[in-house]
T-cell receptor
Protein backbone atom coordinates (compact mmCIF):
# COMPACT_ATOMS: atom_id res chain seq x y z
CA UNK A 1 0.00 0.00 0.00
CA UNK A 2 1.19 3.49 -0.72
CA UNK A 3 1.84 5.44 2.42
CA UNK A 4 1.55 9.15 2.99
CA UNK A 5 3.41 10.92 0.21
CA UNK A 6 5.04 14.29 0.74
CA UNK A 7 6.84 16.52 -1.68
CA UNK A 8 9.37 17.90 -2.00
CA UNK A 9 11.71 15.91 0.26
CA UNK A 10 14.07 18.84 0.56
CA UNK A 11 13.58 22.53 -0.09
CA UNK A 12 16.17 25.25 0.18
CA UNK A 13 15.10 28.79 -0.54
CA UNK A 14 15.85 32.35 0.39
CA UNK A 15 13.91 34.25 2.99
CA UNK A 16 10.94 36.13 1.65
CA UNK A 17 10.09 33.48 -0.90
CA UNK A 18 6.85 31.55 -0.90
CA UNK A 19 7.14 27.88 0.03
CA UNK A 20 4.51 25.25 -0.72
CA UNK A 21 4.63 21.80 0.82
CA UNK A 22 2.42 19.04 -0.51
CA UNK A 23 0.87 15.95 0.97
CA UNK A 24 -1.15 13.03 -0.34
CA UNK A 25 -2.76 11.07 2.50
CA UNK A 26 -3.51 7.37 2.49
CA UNK A 27 -6.69 6.68 0.57
CA UNK A 28 -9.68 6.32 2.86
CA UNK A 29 -8.12 8.21 5.75
CA UNK A 30 -10.47 10.96 6.87
CA UNK A 31 -7.95 12.83 9.03
CA UNK A 32 -4.89 14.71 7.87
CA UNK A 33 -2.33 16.35 10.13
CA UNK A 34 0.55 18.76 9.54
CA UNK A 35 3.43 18.76 12.04
CA UNK A 36 6.65 20.70 12.36
CA UNK A 37 9.73 19.20 14.00
CA UNK A 38 12.69 21.21 15.27
CA UNK A 39 15.44 20.51 17.75
CA UNK A 40 14.28 23.31 20.01
CA UNK A 41 10.52 22.71 20.05
CA UNK A 42 10.22 19.02 19.21
CA UNK A 43 7.18 17.82 17.28
CA UNK A 44 4.38 20.38 17.06
CA UNK A 45 0.94 19.92 15.55
CA UNK A 46 0.21 22.82 13.23
CA UNK A 47 -3.24 21.98 11.90
CA UNK A 48 -5.47 19.04 11.20
CA UNK A 49 -8.37 18.34 8.86
CA UNK A 50 -11.34 16.03 9.04
CA UNK A 51 -13.01 15.25 5.72
CA UNK A 52 -11.14 18.16 4.13
CA UNK A 53 -12.37 20.65 6.72
CA UNK A 54 -9.84 22.33 9.05
CA UNK A 55 -10.72 21.39 12.62
CA UNK A 56 -7.96 22.90 14.71
CA UNK A 57 -5.40 25.38 13.44
CA UNK A 58 -4.34 26.66 16.83
CA UNK A 59 -0.82 25.39 16.24
CA UNK A 60 -0.24 27.49 13.14
CA UNK A 61 2.52 29.90 14.16
CA UNK A 62 1.26 33.05 12.48
CA UNK A 63 -0.54 34.43 9.49
CA UNK A 64 2.34 33.63 7.21
CA UNK A 65 1.30 29.99 7.42
CA UNK A 66 -1.77 28.65 5.67
CA UNK A 67 -3.03 25.17 4.87
CA UNK A 68 -5.65 23.89 2.49
CA UNK A 69 -7.22 20.58 1.63
CA UNK A 70 -9.16 21.00 -1.61
CA UNK A 71 -10.02 17.32 -1.80
CA UNK A 72 -9.58 14.06 0.07
CA UNK A 73 -6.33 13.20 -1.66
CA UNK A 74 -4.34 16.40 -1.46
CA UNK A 75 -3.27 19.05 1.03
CA UNK A 76 -0.84 21.95 0.96
CA UNK A 77 0.97 23.91 3.62
CA UNK A 78 2.10 27.30 2.44
CA UNK A 79 4.50 29.79 4.03
CA UNK A 80 4.50 33.30 2.63
CA UNK A 81 6.82 35.06 3.16
CA UNK A 82 9.27 32.51 4.54
CA UNK A 83 11.79 33.33 7.28
CA UNK A 84 14.93 31.52 8.50
CA UNK A 85 13.16 30.50 11.72
CA UNK A 86 10.75 28.44 9.62
CA UNK A 87 13.56 26.01 8.88
CA UNK A 88 12.42 22.60 10.12
CA UNK A 89 11.21 19.22 9.01
CA UNK A 90 7.51 19.31 8.18
CA UNK A 91 5.59 16.05 8.44
CA UNK A 92 2.19 15.19 7.11
CA UNK A 93 0.25 12.31 8.66
CA UNK A 94 -3.12 10.71 8.09
CA UNK A 95 -5.40 8.38 10.03
CA UNK A 96 -8.78 6.76 9.46
CA UNK A 97 -10.18 8.17 12.71
CA UNK A 98 -8.96 10.86 15.07
CA UNK A 99 -7.84 8.39 17.74
CA UNK A 100 -6.38 5.76 15.45
CA UNK A 101 -2.63 5.53 14.85
CA UNK A 102 -1.34 8.12 12.46
CA UNK A 103 0.72 7.21 9.44
CA UNK A 104 3.48 9.67 8.75
CA UNK A 105 5.06 10.74 5.50
CA UNK A 106 8.81 10.99 5.05
CA UNK A 107 8.74 14.72 5.73
CA UNK A 108 9.98 17.80 3.94
CA UNK A 109 13.25 19.20 5.19
CA UNK A 110 12.93 22.95 4.72
CA UNK A 111 15.87 25.32 4.92
CA UNK A 112 15.30 29.06 4.65
CA UNK A 113 18.50 31.00 4.06
CA UNK B 1 -1.10 22.92 31.46
CA UNK B 2 -2.19 19.68 29.91
CA UNK B 3 0.84 17.87 28.59
CA UNK B 4 2.77 14.72 27.88
CA UNK B 5 6.12 14.46 29.64
CA UNK B 6 9.02 12.21 28.81
CA UNK B 7 11.50 12.20 31.63
CA UNK B 8 14.68 11.45 29.75
CA UNK B 9 15.96 13.52 26.87
CA UNK B 10 18.86 11.24 26.00
CA UNK B 11 19.53 7.68 27.13
CA UNK B 12 22.73 5.82 26.34
CA UNK B 13 22.84 2.05 26.77
CA UNK B 14 25.05 -0.83 25.79
CA UNK B 15 23.65 -3.67 23.73
CA UNK B 16 21.71 -6.24 25.76
CA UNK B 17 20.91 -3.73 28.49
CA UNK B 18 17.31 -3.34 29.55
CA UNK B 19 15.38 -0.23 28.60
CA UNK B 20 12.65 1.73 30.29
CA UNK B 21 11.53 5.12 29.00
CA UNK B 22 9.16 7.11 31.14
CA UNK B 23 6.03 8.86 29.93
CA UNK B 24 3.46 10.72 32.00
CA UNK B 25 0.42 12.65 30.88
CA UNK B 26 -1.74 15.13 32.69
CA UNK B 27 -5.19 14.50 31.22
CA UNK B 28 -8.06 13.00 33.14
CA UNK B 29 -10.74 10.82 31.64
CA UNK B 30 -10.41 8.46 28.74
CA UNK B 31 -7.17 8.57 26.79
CA UNK B 32 -5.58 6.59 24.01
CA UNK B 33 -1.84 6.13 24.31
CA UNK B 34 0.87 5.56 21.72
CA UNK B 35 4.59 5.13 21.38
CA UNK B 36 6.19 6.11 18.09
CA UNK B 37 9.78 5.60 16.98
CA UNK B 38 11.78 7.74 14.58
CA UNK B 39 14.94 6.13 13.20
CA UNK B 40 17.65 8.54 12.05
CA UNK B 41 16.54 10.39 8.96
CA UNK B 42 13.19 8.63 8.79
CA UNK B 43 9.58 9.38 9.60
CA UNK B 44 7.71 8.39 12.73
CA UNK B 45 6.42 4.85 12.93
CA UNK B 46 3.99 3.34 15.38
CA UNK B 47 5.57 1.00 17.97
CA UNK B 48 2.47 0.17 19.99
CA UNK B 49 -0.82 1.55 21.19
CA UNK B 50 -3.21 1.24 24.11
CA UNK B 51 -6.93 1.84 23.80
CA UNK B 52 -8.48 -0.38 26.48
CA UNK B 53 -8.22 -3.82 28.05
CA UNK B 54 -4.97 -5.38 29.23
CA UNK B 55 -2.80 -2.50 30.44
CA UNK B 56 0.34 -4.33 29.32
CA UNK B 57 0.58 -3.96 25.56
CA UNK B 58 3.11 -5.53 23.28
CA UNK B 59 4.37 -3.86 20.15
CA UNK B 60 6.78 -4.54 17.36
CA UNK B 61 10.46 -5.42 17.75
CA UNK B 62 10.10 -6.72 21.29
CA UNK B 63 8.85 -3.48 22.82
CA UNK B 64 6.09 -3.36 25.41
CA UNK B 65 4.45 -0.67 27.49
CA UNK B 66 2.39 -0.66 30.64
CA UNK B 67 -0.50 1.70 31.25
CA UNK B 68 -0.84 2.59 34.93
CA UNK B 69 -3.92 4.74 35.22
CA UNK B 70 -3.34 5.74 38.85
CA UNK B 71 0.07 7.10 37.92
CA UNK B 72 -0.97 8.61 34.57
CA UNK B 73 1.96 6.74 33.09
CA UNK B 74 2.67 4.70 29.98
CA UNK B 75 6.30 3.61 30.20
CA UNK B 76 8.03 1.84 27.34
CA UNK B 77 10.22 -1.19 28.02
CA UNK B 78 12.43 -3.63 26.23
CA UNK B 79 14.35 -6.39 28.05
CA UNK B 80 17.41 -6.33 25.81
CA UNK B 81 18.20 -3.52 23.39
CA UNK B 82 20.06 -3.81 20.13
CA UNK B 83 22.21 -1.34 18.26
CA UNK B 84 19.41 -1.06 15.69
CA UNK B 85 17.12 0.37 18.39
CA UNK B 86 19.07 3.62 18.23
CA UNK B 87 16.36 6.16 17.47
CA UNK B 88 14.15 8.82 18.99
CA UNK B 89 11.08 7.63 20.85
CA UNK B 90 7.91 9.66 21.27
CA UNK B 91 5.05 9.08 23.64
CA UNK B 92 1.70 10.48 22.51
CA UNK B 93 -1.83 10.80 23.86
CA UNK B 94 -5.25 11.49 22.38
CA UNK B 95 -8.36 12.33 24.31
CA UNK B 96 -12.03 12.07 23.57
CA UNK B 97 -13.03 13.81 20.36
CA UNK B 98 -15.16 16.36 22.18
CA UNK B 99 -12.17 17.33 24.29
CA UNK B 100 -10.00 18.13 21.31
CA UNK B 101 -9.15 14.75 19.95
CA UNK B 102 -5.75 15.68 18.64
CA UNK B 103 -2.58 13.75 19.26
CA UNK B 104 -0.26 15.39 21.78
CA UNK B 105 3.38 14.32 21.63
CA UNK B 106 5.97 14.29 24.36
CA UNK B 107 9.30 15.95 23.77
CA UNK B 108 10.92 12.73 22.68
CA UNK B 109 13.73 10.61 24.13
CA UNK B 110 16.82 9.97 22.07
CA UNK B 111 18.16 6.46 22.61
CA UNK B 112 21.73 5.65 21.67
CA UNK B 113 22.75 2.00 21.88
CA UNK B 114 26.47 1.28 21.88
CA UNK B 115 27.56 -1.94 20.14
Amino acid sequence: DAGVIQSPRHEVTEMGQEVTLRCKPISGHDYLFWYRQTMMRGLELLIYFNNNVPIDDSGMPEDRFSAKMPNASFSTLKIQPSEPRDSAVYFCASSPQYNQPQHFGDGTRLSIL
Amino acid sequence: AQSVSQHNHHVILSEAASLELGCNYSYGGTVNLFWYVQYPGQHLQLLLKYFSGDPLVKGIKGFEAEFIKSKFSFNLRKPSVQWSDTAEYFCAVTRDYNQGGKLIFGQGTELSVKP
